[in-house]
């Protein structure tokens, strides 16, 4: 392994560009002597303002206006919604004044590269910490989500690639089955949730059979397609070997079939991956996605940030290991 | 029916239906027949049908009409007595050159250890000059040895019946002349049944017993059956100087160039299956070549 002239290039323009990300980002963020500092909500705060129903965008705009949370509760008390207070002439018509928080944490609206590292740190030092259902570590999460997928795309993987194959083979099944395929595709999977939640009646069952739901089609055509276009010659030398149906579908077929149906494997493995994080957020418990949404609930700007980075670089990780099987099936024709 | 031929072709015809026109007979009433261990080659222009019937006779493709016979019984399929080169080599992309090999050959012995699958196989890549690639891939191999192994697999197979459908069409004249003495060389030794597809007048004229002339499609068939006088073994360089060489190369030439077009779609001079051109023509030099090969009707 020598990295070339080229990857060590490219590589150092990659550092470039991450740099002047992290130092425009630092530039917007990094706190100035005339920003107004926020006062932060305990976790008791967040469950009073919950159970009056104020939105999270109004806590973050009345915070953000300087209020605290004395003041925010009486704003939720009275049942108002943002436009119509906005009507009534804005908060300074209620009687509300900007408080001086001299003992509440100055900080910038949005953190700056510094805070999010220090608690991406935090985290990451100590993932798999469990201190009741809405505080769980991020390793945690993870792995529920990992679970989830695996599941999932694992269950689709056993369905879709076998019926894959008889679609393939048979003219008739292709033609027979086409047309479900067609329609169930375009469906968005997160629209099954409700239905899975009902008939299932249970939350991590549902979430699997989404994922299951949105990770077989591109599989299913992938596998047809592989195996409807293996090439005449190499079935013609199978059927002169008076090879059995088996040893057809194993030593000449799956082999010639084998990377298109990685394709599909890695075209799934990233949709599910991207569905899960929704569904979470709509079933609610455990997970990323349910953390995401956690962290915005409580207005951990920061933590939030450090669990979409690692959405991110698991989702590459994971078509990462597809891509290495996929490695070890590819052929030169 | 007669017996003594180890290949007899009678009354083949191949149709395609066409929408909305009538069908394409590609050939029609084609009859042959070859003797065990005669090496027959096939010229005729492209479309007459020669890689139909080749594959008629490999038991992959099923004819409209009339029957091919193997040994006495009908070719009702593709089987492990008629070994096929194809025209592109058809490697398996994924096996190394002697997996290749070795795939056909534990096909064929099912009851072989692999060992003796793998020594079996070595040694037909021996033969083709190819013993140092055997762990390579065919990607990595150039377009005549690619070709080569399939040759080396098609040989290993031994069976009774080797077919080959244009195998050096894709290869340069040099790479051609060297393969081509070294098929003659294999052939020498294993004494097998061949009916190879070719374009090329000098390579029939080298390789073959017999050669047949198919005339143009559509309604192609057998028209001539020229035998090769020119004594084995032959060498390339050599039978150039025979003196039957130029008088069977220019009565080919003078065949493809115009007189298959002319008998094309006519039955005159017709090959039937009662007299097939196996006891046919012996190739008497300085006499002129048209009336040479015979015509049975």
Known sequence: ?333 | MKTDKFVLVENLSKCFPQPKKQELVVFDKVSFGIQKGEFICCIGHSGCGKSTIMNVLAGLEKPTSGAAILDGREIAGPGLEKAVVFQNHSLLPWKTVLKNVMFAVGARHPDWSRGQIREHSQKYLDLVGLAHASDQKPHQLSGGMKQRVGIARAFALESPLLLMDEPFGALDALTRGTIQEELLKIWGQTKQTVFMITHDVDEAILLSDRIFLMTNGPRARVAEAVEVSIPRPRKRAEIVHHPDYYTIRNHLVDFLVSRSKELSGSRAGEVTGEDLPSDTPVFPPNVDPVKLARKVS
């Not at chain 1, 530039?27 to 002597?33: G, H, Q």
Request: with cysteine.
């Open chain 1, 1 to 333: 392994m020598k990295p070339s002239l080229e990857t060590l290039r490219s590589a150092l323009l990659a550092s470039l560009f991450f740099g002047i990300f992290i130092f425009i980002w630092y530039a917007l963020t990094v706190p100035r002597s005339g920003d107004r500092a926020i006062f932060e909500l305990s976790e008791e705060e967040v469950a009073q303002l919950d159970e009056l129903g104020m939105a999270m965008e109004d806590r973050l705009y009345y915070l953000e206006s300087g209020l605290d949370f004395e003041q925010l509760w009486q704003l939720a008390e009275m049942q108002f919604t943002r436009e119509e207070i906005e009507m009534a002439g804005g908060i300074e018509a209620f009687g509300f004044q900007r408080q001086e928080n001299g003992e509440a944490e100055v900080r910038s609206h949005f953190p700056t590269p510094g805070q999010v590292f220090s608690v991406g740190w935090e985290m990451i030092r100590d993932p798999f910490y469990d201190n009741g259902p809405n505080d769980k570590g991020i390793g945690l999460q993870l792995a529920y989500s990992l679970r989830r997928v695996a599941l999932g795309f694992g269950l689709a993987v056993l369905v879709a690639i076998p019926l894959g194959f008889i679609m393939g083979m048979s003219r008739l099944f292709s033609e027979a089955l086409m047309p479900f395929v067609q329609i169930l595709k375009p469906i968005s999977p997160l629209a099954w949730m409700p239905l899975a939640l009902y008939t299932i009646k249970d939350a991590e069952q549902s979430s699997i059979f989404v994922i299951f739901i949105c990770s077989v089609w591109p599989l299913l055509i992938n596998t047809m397609f592989g195996v409807a276009t293996v090439r005449k010659d190499w079935l013609a030398i199978g059927r002169t070997l008076e090879l059995g149906r088996f040893q057809m579908a194993g030593q000449i077929i799956l082999p010639a079939a084998a990377p298109t149906v990685f394709t599909g494997m890695k075209i799934s493995i990233g949709i599910s991956w991207l569905v899960i994080v929704a569904a979470e957020m709509l079933i609610g418990g455990t997970g990323m996605g349910y953390f995401v949404w956690n962290e915005w609930n409580g207005l951990n700007i920061d933590s939030m940030i450090v669990a979409i980075f690692v959405i991110g670089v698991v989702g590459y990780v994971l078509d990462w290991i597809i891509g290495f099987g996929q490695k070890a099936v590819r052929y030169v024709d």
